[in-house]
Structures are given as C-alpha cells and as structure tokens.
C-alpha cells in the first residue's frame, strides 16, 4: 500500500493536493470520514470519523459508514439552519445529492427509513410543528449526537465542503466556539469533582 501511494504522488504529483482534496470531500459526504494528515514528513494521512461512537454502538454493523455521511449531512443542515430544520429543508439537501423520497438509493437505502432509524437511535429529534395541518416536522439533534459530535466538527466538515475556514461563517463560528468553551468548562468540573473525591478518600486512611 505504502510502494502504490509512493508511486500514485509521483504520477500525479502536480496534481496529488487537488486529488486528495476532492476524494476527502466525497468521503465526507459519502461516509461522514474526513482526510487528515498525520504525517507532514512523510506525508501519511488517515481517515477520521466524525462520529465518536458511543458504547451501545447502535449505528454499526453493515452500512455503518454510508449512514454515517448521511448523518453527518442532516446534522450540518440542522446546524445551518439554526438548531431545527424542516422535513422541506432535509429534502431539498438530499434532491441536490439525488436522494429522493421513496426511491431506494444505492448506497444509503430507503433515506425515510434511515431518517426514522437516526430518531430512533437519539441522533435526531422529531417534533411537530406547532398548528400544522397535515403535521409537518422539524428535526433537532438528538442527545447522541451532542454526544458523539460537535457544531465545530460539523462546522469544520461545512467548510471543508465550500474550501475555507470555519471563522468565515462568523455567526456560526462564534456558536461553535460557545461550545466547545462549555465543553471544556463541564469537562474540568468534572475532573475537580473527582479529584475532590479522591483526595477525601485518601484522607480517610492511615498507613503504617
């Protein structure tokens, strides 16, 4: 593998970044697993999922990484759309991706099904919109992925997508950054609780 990605960088080497470029954005979007390079000097690169899969590990198995990319796409929607979008605005994500309703797609499968399994498994939430007759719904994320993801790994997978920065969104930026500061404030009251417990512990001891 290491001799045939050798020779691939130096039949196309004027042409390597651009080729990386968009086999990570098809692998965002098809599978929800970003390119990272983790290797400068010798220019290795890994493949990273944007869910961190928590231990009930209920979206696994068979297709496991295409209904990652499609997650990957609801959340970014959900995300860009203020914290809850539409059934019409989901749709009108996936016709552009030539998902259509109804119509069982090659690779994600029936996407109505897929979407009531992300319900399902607490990736998405579903509610009614309020004094919509035939009910309408709109979609929030769901406690599994404030759990497995984040706004700024939706947000860096968002800008990946149009080639800039996550800093030239600046609203959404600012969003993304309001949580990741909260993440790391629960995380370090966290630890000092522990640390409390552990040092109340130790105290209760005598060693001869």
């Known amino acids: ?53 928590t231990s009930d590990g209920r979206l696994n198995g068979e297709g496991i990484m295409p209904k990652t990319g499609l997650l990957i796409t609801v959340l970014c929607v959900i995300f860009t759309k203020g914290k809850r979008a539409t ?6 994500i996936f016709n552009m991706m030539g998902i259509y309703a109804g119509q069982k797609h090659f690779i994600y499968g029936e996407p109505k099904k897929l979407i009531s399994d992300f319900v399902q498994e607490k990736y998405l939430e579903c509610e009614v919109l309020p004094g919509s007759d035939p009910p309408c719904y709109e979609f929030l994320w769901g406690p599994r992925a404030h759990a497995e993801t984040s706004k700024m790994k939706v947000l860096e997978f968002v800008a990946k997508m149009h080639d800039t920065i996550p800093s030239a969104f600046p609203s959404w930026y600012e ?30 001891y005598t060693y001869v």
């Open 1 to 53: 593998m290491v001799s045939f990605t050798r020779s691939f960088r130096e039949k196309y080497k004027n042409h390597f970044q651009e080729i990386l470029r968009r086999a990570s954005e098809f692998m965002g979007l098809a599978y929800g697993m970003d390119v990272k390079e983790v290797d400068t000097t010798r220019h290795c690169s890994a493949l990273i999922s944007l869910l961190q899969c």
């Open 87 to 92: 059934e019409e605005d989901i749709w009108e």
């Open 175 to 204: 969003e993304a950054l309001r949580e990741e500061g909260e993440r790391a404030r629960l995380r370090f009251e966290a630890m000092a609780h522990v640390n409390a417990i552990v040092s109340d512990d130790s105290g209760r």
